[in-house]
């Protein structure tokens, strides 16, 4: 059984399996997975849907990427995607395509990280399609999430000067993936040389296994606290703050000594010689959050470990500025990860 291809067991009996692994937490599902398709209540809140892949080779690297971490992966992506709407995530669809490789066991260790992330952000599996495919793998995601009416927050919406505020910290994940090449290609070189990942743990799971910030979009209903404009750190900060400005038709200045950067992803940009700026605006995948609000909010989120104020909102026709240590002004330039680009992608 433990050896059974998905073939073998078919996709009914993948499903009959899986089920029973995650009954619907949520009251408004009234027919979740195992039918033709779900079916919710509706609540009478603005509905927000969002869906994200992962791909073998382009977003994942098996080498080193245990499966339950990929599956955990592909929930936070797309509930980070929810909250940068400022929604509460609810639902979640998961489809696959699978290459014979993939036996039982390995799609199994995949349903776990996916179940333990759902279970994390609190929301359910209510369906998806399960496929054999030639080769790879390649997952995709749908988080449906709910906000009440006004609370929606797009891109758009940033005003002159207001504050540009990110979470947490930036640069962590290109980091991770920067160690996890190094020592993939230190073990293809010579196989009796184990990674070594001890030191860096932080940065290996920001890589890995990020987490979506659905503690902030908590902490704005509680504060009171409404952003003009957010979106998630996927493709790094400068992409995202050029996606930001341009959306709300207005200018920013950013200032290099006010990116938050954890105290391991200093130290091991260090030790391979990469400046923290680059990592830090052009490296992708923190999946924090980014965002403007009114300057009178500054009190409410002043004291929160969580969130640094990075900058400011300025006019359309002031551009977008990044104000170096030195005292040096430039321009904010487009160049980050991007996924159909050779930029970060994983060497195969
Ligand atoms: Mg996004």
Redesign the pocket.
């Known amino acids: 059984m433990s050896s059974e291809t998905l073939k073998e067991l078919g996709e009914f009996g993948f499903i009959q399996k899986i089920r029973h692994a995650a009954p619907p937490l949520l009251e408004d599902v009234l027919v979740g997975i195992g039918d033709d398709a779900a079916a919710l209540k509706n609540t009478g809140l603005v509905t927000v849907v969002?869906t994200d892949m992962l791909v073998e080779g382009v977003h994942f690297d098996i080498r080193y990427a245990p499966l339950q971490m990929v599956g955990y992966k592909l929930v936070s992506v797309n509930v980070?995607?929810c909250c940068?709407m400022n929604a509460q995530p609810a639902h979640f669809l998961v489809s696959l395509a699978a290459s014979s490789k993939y036996e039982l066991p390995a799609l199994n260790a995949l349903y776990e990280g996916i179940y333990k992330a759902c279970a994390r952000y609190k929301i359910d599996v209510i369906g998806g399609d399960t496929n054999t495919a030639v080769s790879g793998l390649t997952l995709s995601g749908t988080c449906i999430g709910y906000a009440s009416a006004g609370k929606i927050v797009t891109r758009g919406g940033a005003q002159v000067h207001d504050l540009l505020c990110v979470t947490g910290n930036l640069g962590g994940a290109y980091a991770g993936l920067t160690l996890l090449e190094r020592e993939k290609r230190i073990f293809l070189e010579n196989s009796n040389i184990q990674p070594d990942l001890s030191r860096y743990p932080y940065i290996v799971e920001r890589q890995l296994k990020p987490e979506a910030r659905v503690d902030i979009v908590a902490f704005f209903e509680k504060a009171r606290i409404q952003p003009t404009a957010m979106?998630?750190i996927?493709d790094g900060l400068a992409n995202e703050v050029l996606h930001l400005c341009k959306s709300s038709r207005k200018g920013c200045v950013i200032f290099e000594n006010r990116l938050p950067l954890h105290e391991e992803t200093a130290a091991f940009l260090e030790e391979v010689r990469i400046a923290p700026l680059i990592a830090q605006l052009n490296g992708g995948e923190d999946y924090e959050l980014l965002f403007s609000v009114p300057p009178q909010d500054y009190d409410k989120i002043k004291d929160d470990p969580r969130i640094t104020v990075i900058g400011y909102i300025t006019e359309e026709g002031a551009g977008c500025k990044l104000h170096l240590k030195s005292g040096e002004e430039i321009d904010l330039e487009m160049k980050g990860y991007n996924a159909f680009s050779e930029n970060f992608m994983p060497i195969i």
């Open positions: 969002t980070s995607d940068a979106l998630d996927s």
